[in-house]
């Protein structure tokens, strides 16, 4: 049986901010992270990231990366990493967390206290023949083009105007690949305009209020069937034809929250999060004391957030073990907690606090 003061699920930008705010302040930390390398969805966005100074605005998502990656570097003596390794299950008559390395390796660990930031998952969308080869989630399209550097087709049809349909689609042009259209259900774009904007400068068509009906091809996409819909989402007129080798969906995604369910964490259905999140308090500490969630898991919102909310984790994780000047926690824990708030300004904002106002308590009285 192992055993760490800190046991960090997730390397993506919640996870690494929480282990490298842990680590800071004298804790032991074991970050285990079931991709190949740590970084998360970081590590695919090349972008440039919006907000302030405190928030990187104006650098590329994999840069942050590569700075986050820096700073464990140099903290590695208090900071234990598996990658390729996935936390299987939590047991609550003990807190033991199970592990597995590859296909092969097993261990258990104890850890004194939980920071979940295990991410999220992708949405699909039921349709005919969305089996075929050729229909793929952005962040398959991404980790392709961005991580291998291998382009998913010639011509895409994008299924959504999100940020990320419409960053991808940008992306893609970029890369060299035609982009035939833009489907989305809803009457306006959901993403930032300022990424619409460049989609639409390139000669994009996006199709508001209609949906995918079926993709065509025997062995490998050769197109898409697309309809227009009405404010009920039925279906109105004709369906049109759409030539594409490939159909990228860019429809949501849902926090992955199966180790919380499996811990016992009380659990809330809050659409504006996209899925069921854990109650937790304004320090991220869920409904049980030694456990802590952040970042897509918490709910979907912004990489800039996630970092924000794991590093409020991992501090306050370290504080509940003793660690660090209770004045001097209290006071970056303001600070940070300032810093959420000013990135859940604007419209896009509101909708997030809406849905935390369903899931947040005051305290949880211990």
């Not at 819909?229 to 860019?250: L, S, T, Y």
């Not at 073990?321 to 859940?344: S, T, V």
Request: charge should be neutral.
């Amino acid at each position: 049986m192992r055993h760490t003061e800190v046991l960090v699920i997730g390397g993506g930008p919640a996870g690494l901010s929480a282990t490298l705010e842990a680590a800071s302040l004298g804790c032991g930390v074991t970050l285990v992270d079931g991709d190949l390398a740590l970084g998360g969805q970081l590590i695919k966005q090349t972008h440039k990231f919006f907000g302030s100074k405190e928030e990187r605005a104006g650098t590329r998502g994999f840069k942050i990366s590569e700075i986050l990656l820096e700073e464990l570097e140099n903290l590695k003596g208090r900071i234990k990493v598996h990658t390729n390794c996935t936390a299987t299950g939590i047991y609550k008559e003990d807190g033991v967390v199970s592990c597995v390395i590859g296909e092969e390796k097993y261990f258990r660990i104890k850890p004194e206290r939980i920071v979940m930031a295990t991410g999220a998952q992708e949405r699909l969308l039921p349709f005919p023949n969305n089996h075929l080869p050729g229909v793929y989630g952005a962040g398959a399209v991404q980790t392709l083009m961005n991580v291998y550097g291998v382009l998913p087709g010639k011509r895409v049809l994008m299924v959504g105007a999100g940020n990320i349909g419409l960053i991808v689609s940008y992306q893609m042009i970029q890369a060299g690949v035609e982009i035939a259209g833009i489907v989305e259900a809803m009457d306006k774009v959901g993403g930032y305009w300022v990424h619409a904007a460049k989609v639409r400068r390139l000669g994009v068509p996006i199709f508001l209020r209609h949906t995918i009906k079926e993709a065509l091809g025997n062995r490998t996409v050769t197109g898409a069937l697309i309809q227009e819909i009405d404010d009920r989402f039925q279906p109105v007129g004709e369906k049109k034809r759409v030539d594409a080798d490939i159909i990228c969906m860019a429809v949501g995604l849902t926090p992955t929250c199966e180790l919380l369910w499996q811990a016992g964490c009380e659990m809330v259905y809050v659409p504006q999060l996209c899925g069921h999140v854990a109650l937790r308090d304004s320090f991220m500490r869920t409904s049980l004391p030694d456990i802590w969630v952040a970042g897509d898991a918490a709910g979907i919102e912004e990489a800039t957030a996630a970092m924000v909310e794991g590093r409020i984790a991992g501090l306050d994780a370290a504080r509940s073990l003793g660690k660090g000047d209770k004045a001097d926690l209290e006071k970056r824990l303001e600070e940070l907690g300032r810093r959420l708030g000013d990135l859940r300004g604007g419209e896009v904002g509101q909708k997030i606090c809406q849905g935390l106002a369903c899931c947040s308590v005051q305290g949880w009285g211990v």
